[in-house]
């Protein structure tokens, strides 16, 4: 019987972070924003940390029930030197889509940016509710 032997994919002293940069699908320069996404009784909320991004370089999009969030950020200070030891800052672009959870109505959001947090509230759209019908039932003539 052939034994297999595991190797684990980060050897010690690896960079995990250099490691995960390597393998994540979006380009150089770009980040992902971490959302969070949650209703009240009448609206879907959804939040994110974009520190250092300026409100006029974020755009906000809702077709389809589904929520699009892109802008950019520059770093305006960089080294001469680019003999970084760590470099986590980050600058480029970014683009987040989400799901909401409910059907809502795009064109009522409002958006406030405070402290560096972006805050959208949408208002949920009213969905007809399904009437009931009763069914009525005729006597059959007896024969």
Same mark, same amino acid.
């Given at each position: =019987?052939?034994? *297999? $032997?595991?190797?684990? +994919? +980060? ?6 972070? @250099? ?8 380009? @150089? ?9 949650? &209703?009240?009784?009448?609206? !879907?909320? !959804? ?6 991004? @300026? ?5 906000? #999009? *809702?077709?389809?029930? *589904? =929520?699009?969030?892109? %802008? ?17 800052? $980050?600058? %480029?672009?970014?683009? $987040?889509?989400?799901? +909401?959870?409910?059907?809502? /109505?795009?064109?009522?959001? &409002? ?6 947090? +972006?805050? *959208?509230?949408?208002? /949920?759209?009213? @969905?007809?509710?399904?009437?009931? !019908?009763?069914? &009525? !039932?005729? #006597?059959?003539?007896?024969?």
């Amino acid at each position: =019987m052939a034994m *297999i $032997r595991w190797r684990p +994919l +980060l050897e010690p002293g690896d960079d995990m972070e @250099r490691w995960l940069e390597e393998f994540t699908p979006f380009h @150089r320069g770009a980040f992902v924003p971490a959302i969070d996404v949650y &209703q009240t009784k009448d609206a !879907v909320v !959804v939040e994110t940390t974009l520190a250092g991004v @300026r409100p006029e370089d974020v755009n906000i #999009s *809702i077709e389809n029930d *589904i =929520m699009t969030i892109e %802008g950019s950020m520059e770093k305006k200070s960089e080294v001469e030197d680019k003999e970084y030891y760590r470099k986590e800052i $980050r600058s %480029g672009s970014f683009h $987040r889509s989400v799901a +909401l959870p409910a059907a809502v /109505k795009g064109d009522k959001a &409002q958006a406030v940016y405070d402290n560096g947090v +972006l805050k *959208i509230t949408v208002p /949920k759209e009213e @969905r007809v509710k399904p009437k009931t !019908v009763k069914v &009525q !039932v005729k #006597s059959s003539p007896k024969k």
